[in-house]
């Protein structure tokens, strides 16, 4: 496994994590097999496990806390999200004050920690004064129950506006963004987040790199039962057209040229992105995540990385 800085801070997480997104709580629910996979990233390498309170309303984080709370929690990046509404009631959604620190203490006891590693602004929050974002974050920091903020799915000019504040009033800023990023969904990160993190000196953890699987080639004949695009619909309705499967059936033959699957290839661009600190896996099983963790062994030539280009112009 590779280790590699979360921008300049000097904290280091693995080159591929491991997610919880619509995975655990959502189409696995065993806690014995959140467990094996859980521990079989850990045994290979991975320090990064990404959750949000709101994967399957706080299950996620409740089945992977409990395994993870096997773990020397000292060898462990964990992170939490917070926006998303958790309830019907008014106040438990969005970046206030309020919301920020009533969900901490939700995710900290499902989690069963004392704190998170990193703890991200799920999405930008037009309703809420990002100085009060921002302090209530800064405060999480200096009682130590997070020890880096960061946010998800920001533009360039709301991290720029964040680390402006942080820098004016003497705040923590954001230290990680984690945008969508693959070969499918690039020209938002290539044109204007990357270069963002890289003028403000921070980490990228992405997520999706599959494009929810498609890129694996499992729909190539169709929709397998049970897979995620079967099971949710707005998924569904994003990636499974025809331009897209043309796609990804023209990357096969490259990937059968490098003696890899086009899971592994898809992962490798990703991770070989310039400034991404880590890649997010999603496995429903262990064997899944031994062969996305073959992309390891994957080397990108140039040619390589030009007919990838080639295929998948940014979009």
């Known amino acids: 496994m590779e280790y590699r800085p979360l921008g300049r801070a000097g904290t280091r997480v693995s080159a591929f994590g491991l997610g919880g997104w619509t995975t655990y709580g959502g189409s696995v629910t065993d806690p014995a097999a959140v467990r094996a996979i859980v521990h079989a990233a850990f045994d ?5 496990f990404d959750m949000a309170d709101v994967y399957a309303r ?8 409990q395994a993870l709370r096997e773990l020397p929690r000292e060898r462990l990046v964990m992170t939490s999200k917070v926006f998303w509404p958790m309830s019907e009631d008014v106040n438990d959604r969005g970046l206030s004050r309020k919301h920020i620190m009533e969900s901490v203490h939700k995710s900290l006891r499902r989690l069963g920690t004392d704190y998170l590693d990193l703890y991200f602004c799920h999405r930008w929050d037009p309703d809420t004064p990002l100085e009060e974002t921002a302090r209530a974050m800064d405060d999480l920091v200096h009682q130590g129950k997070v020890l880096y903020w960061g946010t998800s799915e920001w533009s360039g000019e709301q991290l720029r506006a964040a680390w402006q504040l942080a820098g004016q009033s003497n705040l ?3 230290q990680v963004e984690q945008p969508q990023l693959s070969l499918l969904v690039r020209r938002r990160f290539e044109s204007d987040v990357a270069p963002a993190a890289r003028e403000l000196g921070m980490g990228l953890v992405v997520w999706s790199p599959l494009a929810s699987g498609l890129l694996t080639g499992k729909y190539d004949g169709g929709l397998p039962a049970g897979s995620r695009l079967a099971r ?7 990636w499974l057209r025809e331009e897209h499967l043309a796609r990804v059936r023209r990357m096969k033959p ?9 899971a592994q290839l898809a992962l490798a661009w990703a991770a070989a992105q310039p400034g991404v600190s880590s890649v997010l896996l999603g496995a429903t099983s262990v064997e899944q995540l031994r062969e996305n963790l073959g992309a390891l062994q994957v080397r990108l030539s140039e040619e390589v990385l030009r007919q990838l280009d080639e295929i998948f112009p940014p979009s």
């Open 254 to 262: 490259l990937a059968d040229e490098l003696g890899c699957s086009r």
């Open 172 to 174: 923590y800023p954001p």
């Open 58 to 65: 706080g299950e996620c984080e409740r089945l992977m806390g």
């Open 232 to 238: 949710i619909e707005w998924l569904r309705e994003e």
């Open 44 to 48: 290979a390498g991975i320090n990064l």
